[in-house]
């Protein structure tokens, strides 16, 4: 069975400092992992996907993620904060096909000026 | 590219009535959409998977009579919720694949329909 794990239901940064939103995921199979991005009462963006490529993948607004098998793990950076960043973040695995996806319980990213 | 419509944005309804509501993929084909629901300050929970001219498969637990799901073109796919209760108010959002091509990967999300069952 696949699931991930998303370990900060919140998650507190200042304009311009560096974000690091954890995830770490179980699959009995290669997964393909996500980062969606929620703002309120909107649909999901996708930010980034993982397809078994290479393992550091870049999204776009300036958000990344490295896959890392040895750590079982697919955390979301962005080097520099901006206030429109602050939404709820959502770290999804679905196993080969992409007919379902896990989606984690999401993290909310607050920017504070 | 990869529009995902839903309508209505938000409904509010009375306990007994049954909503209907529409996911409708814009400048693409969707084989399959998708259903999932979502409780305030919750993850998304996939409630079914539908595909065209099919069959809708319901996740464990939700009821395919209650969330009655039809998919009867390649780019239209409706949810209604029948004899609706308070416990079915909620965020619901579909989600379409493309066909084939380039998009073939990826789920597209529409905005959401927030229903509230008085």
């Known amino acids: 069975a696949q699931s991930v794990t998303q370990l900060d239901s919140h998650v507190s940064v200042s304009e311009g400092t560096p974000v690091l939103l954890r995830c770490n995921y179980s699959?009995?199979?290669?997964?393909?992992l996500f980062w969606y991005v929620q703002h309120p009462n909107k649909g999901l963006q996708l930010l980034l996907k993982y397809t078994s490529a290479a393992t550091l993948v870049k999204g776009i607004n300036g958000f990344e993620a490295e896959f890392k098998k040895s750590e079982t793990s697919f955390h979301l950076t962005k080097p520099s904060a901006h206030m429109s960043d602050a939404a709820e973040y959502f770290c999804?695995?679905?196993?080969?096909?992409?007919?379902?996806?896990?989606f984690g319980t999401g993290t909310r990213l607050l920017v504070s000026p | 590219g990869a529009v995902v419509s839903q309508h209505p944005s938000w409904v509010i309804c009375k306990s007994g009535t049954s909503v209907k509501i529409e996911c409708r993929s814009l400048?693409?084909?969707?084989?399959?959409m998708f259903w999932y629901r979502q409780f305030p300050k919750q993850s998304l929970m996939l409630m079914a998977t539908s595909n065209e001219g099919s069959k809708a498969t319901y996740e464990q637990g939700v009821e395919k009579d209650k969330f009655l799901i039809n998919h009867a073109s390649l780019t239209l796919s409706t949810l209604t919720v029948t004899s609706a209760h308070p416990e079915d108010s909620s965020f619901y959002i579909c989600s379409a694949r493309e066909v084939a091509g380039v998009l073939y990967n990826e789920q597209f999300f529409g905005p959401g329909t927030r229903l509230t069952v008085l």
């Open positions: 999804v695995v679905s196993p080969w096909g992409f007919q379902k996806l896990v």
């Open positions: 400048d693409f084909q969707a084989t399959t």
């Open positions: 699959s009995s199979y290669s997964p393909s």
